[in-house]
C-alpha cells in the first residue's frame, strides 16, 4: 500500500496542475505548458511537470517514503506524460469555434493531431507542405513530453536528496541552523575537514566557529560554513549536516561533495548547546 501513497499525491496535483494550465489559458489566455525557450526548451513543460509531480514531495515527508531510482524513472514517466495527456484532454473539452464545441465535431485524437500539426503553422511555414509539418508538430511534442517528464523526475531527485535518518530511515527535521562569518577558504575548509573526521568536541569546534571574526580583504574569496541540527521525529536521533559554501563574488556555492551528515550519540549535551 505504502508504495502507492506517492503515486496516488501525485494523481492530485496532476490534476491540479494540468486544470491550472487549462483555466490559466482558457481565462487569461497563457498557455504555461506551451512556454518554450528558442522553440526547443520546454521551459514551461518543465515547470507544469514539476507541479504536477509535487504531490509526492508531500507525501515522501508525511510517511517517510524513499522512492528508489527506478521508481522515481518509472513514475516520472508516468505523470509526465499523464499531465500532457489531460492537458490536451482539458482543452479538447474547452475548446470552441464559433460557438460549436470541438469536441462534438472531431474526435480527441484527431483533435490532438490538428493541434500539434496547428502549432507547426505558427512558426510560418506554407501549408503545402502539411505532411512535413505534422512531423515537426510531433518532435515538439515529444520535446514537451521530455519536459514534462524532466520536471517530474526533478522533484524525484529532490526527494532523494533529503536527509534521512540514519538508524530508522525517517526524514530528518531541522531544528537550528548556525552559519560562520566570512572565512578565508584554506581555513574553512581545514575547520570543515576537522568536521567531517573528527570526535564529537571537534563538531562541536566546527559548528561554533570562528572563536573572532576574520578581517577579509573586499576582493578575496571567501568561504563559510554551515551547520544544521536536525532531529528524527521517529527516533530522535540528533545529528549534524554540514556544507562548505565558497564564494568568488557575490554569491556563495556549495562545495560539491562537502554535505556531510555526522550523527550525534544520544543525550549528546556537547554539539546540541553549541546551536
Ligand atoms: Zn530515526
Redesign the pocket.
Known sequence: MKRFVLELAMIITCIAAAAGNAALAHYAGFNLFGLTLWFVIPVGALIVGAIAASGAIVAARLFDIRPTLWQGIVSATIVGAATMLLIYFLEYNMLEVRGTKIRTLVDFWTYVDLSLTKSHMRMGRSRQDLGEAGDLGYLLALLKLGGFVLGAFFVFAMIRGMAA?P????YLKTVRTRKSSDLPIDEAAAVHEQFISGDVPAIRQAVTWPPEPRALEKKQPKARLIYKLCR?P????SAVIGTLEVSGGREFKEVKDSKTMRPLPDNDTVVTTAF
Open positions: 535518518c538508524r530508522c530511515g525517517a528524527c521517529r527516533c530522535a536521533l
